[in-house]
């Protein structure tokens, strides 16, 4: 489905909460909510909200990986098993 006929305004919203709720069982896509013309928020289903977040947090923590890689702050893998061989 195009992204252009999942924007709507927000009289939609207001008139249709009921029916785009049931629509997300059948149809997930997000819906951008427009006010003035001028896109304002995003109505998605709980489950692609979820799946978003998760997503997010991944993403933070391959950036925080690749920080501490840059930055020197890493060790070899022989290193890191030798270190929980000697802690067990």
Do not use: C, H, W
Request: aromatic share 6%; no cysteine.
């Amino acid at each position: 489905m195009s992204l252009a006929s999942q924007i709507k305004p927000i009289s939609y919203l207001k008139s249709n909460a009921a029916d785009i709720v049931k629509e997300f069982l059948v149809n997930p896509e997000a819906i951008i909510i427009t006010q003035n013309g001028e896109a304002k928020m995003v109505v998605m289903d709980i489950g692609s909200y979820e799946r978003l977040q998760e997503t997010m947090a991944l993403l933070k923590l391959l950036s925080l990986g690749r920080k501490d890689l840059q930055e020197g702050r890493f060790q070899s893998a022989d290193d890191f098993f030798n270190e929980m061989d000697a802690e067990a």
